[in-house]
């Protein structure tokens, strides 16, 4: 038996972000947030796709996005690499989920709280050594919360988590465990079957249950996954910003032209011409483009 990974973005979604999913998440939700509480009854899973509504804003990719039965939205996203300035960019879609909930002539008092979950397979926070981080709106000196503290930031870093599979004590320790180990399974392990939205995790999770289709679109993030993590590495050895830029381009190339066929000079050349930032926000869109002019209408609102 094989599993998908659930770090790549395609098993996340598929595994998480599903219309058979509401169960799944709401236990895995309840587990990351709330401790294992049952404070979440129900949701509703949204398209993770942020479009601005305002001139001038970039778009936001997410993995999965909810709305609670409480109002609140939730925002996930699994991010494998540390790129640049990515902190700001959890920051950025926190903020732009909770602003673009209004649109003219509505009334502040309509907005709802946001919630950003964001799992990591790297370290965002070296000074301490906990799994899991929630950072909310504080009065410096005294520590007391602001009076309406609808933005809160949750961090989970899974090279922190270093239970093996005897030693899980909750259901927050077997989602983290989960997250962490699933790819790497040969079967679901008995401690966790024990859990129902674990156990439909893992049957969502087999191999045998994708289609010829959605395996070829999980093995092209795979190879992407690694060798943009060689292309970071690189980058970082030889401390040029402009060699992992270059290095990027080529794998969003070579990437593309698998999804949607040799792209045209006009296309390649307006590529080369993105950020960084802009080519990390490609990346995350990519997956979603079945032809080329999918890429040109996210060109023309991303690249100005």
């Known amino acids: 038996m094989r599993f998908i990974n659930p770090k790549i973005d395609f098993a996340f979604k598929k595994i998480f972000g599903s219309a058979q999913s509401n169960d799944i998440l709401i236990s895995f939700l309840n587990a990351l947030l709330y401790e294992g509480r049952s404070i979440i009854e129900s949701l509703e899973i949204l398209d993770p796709y942020l479009a601005p509504q305002i001139a001038g804003v970039k778009n936001s990719y ?3 996005k909810a709305l609670l039965n409480d109002g609140t939205f939730v925002i996930i996203e699994m991010q494998v690499l540390k790129v640049q300035a990515f902190g700001k960019r959890v920051l950025y879609n926190a903020a732009k989920t909770y602003a673009l909930q209004l649109t003219r002539g509505e ?10 979950l964001t799992i990591t397979d790297f370290e965002m926070f070296a000074e301490h050594q906990d799994v899991t981080s929630h950072f909310v709106f504080k009065e410096r000196t005294r520590l007391s919360d602001y009076i ?29 465990y989960f997250i962490k180990t699933t790819g790497t399974l040969d079967e679901v392990p008995q401690t966790m079957a024990t859990v129902p939205e674990i156990q439909k995790a893992f049957e969502i999770a087999n191999e045998v249950s ?3 289709d959605e395996l070829n679109t ?9 060798d943009q993590e060689s292309s970071v590495a690189i980058g970082r050895e030889e401390g040029r910003q402009e060699g992992r830029q270059e290095a990027q381009i080529e794998l969003i190339m070579l990437s593309l032209t698998r999804l949607i066929g040799q792209l045209n000079p006009d296309l390649e050349s307006r590529i080369q011409q993105l950020s960084i930032d802009q080519l990390d926000d490609l990346v995350k869109a990519l997956w979603d483009f079945s032809s080329q002019e999918d890429l040109t209408a996210w060109l023309e609102a991303n690249s100005q």
Do not use: M
Not at 218 to 226: M, T, W
């Open 62 to 64: 997410l993995d999965v």
């Open 148 to 176: 309406q503290n609808d933005i809160e930031l949750v961090f989970v870093e899974l090279p922190k988590f270093q239970k093996e599979l005897e030693h899980l004590e909750n259901i927050t320790d077997k989602w983290i």
């Open 218 to 226: 999980l093995q092209q993030q795979e190879f992407f996954a690694q």
């Open 210 to 212: 994708l289609t010829q």
């Open 107 to 116: 009334l502040y008092q309509q907005l709802r709280p946001v919630i950003a």
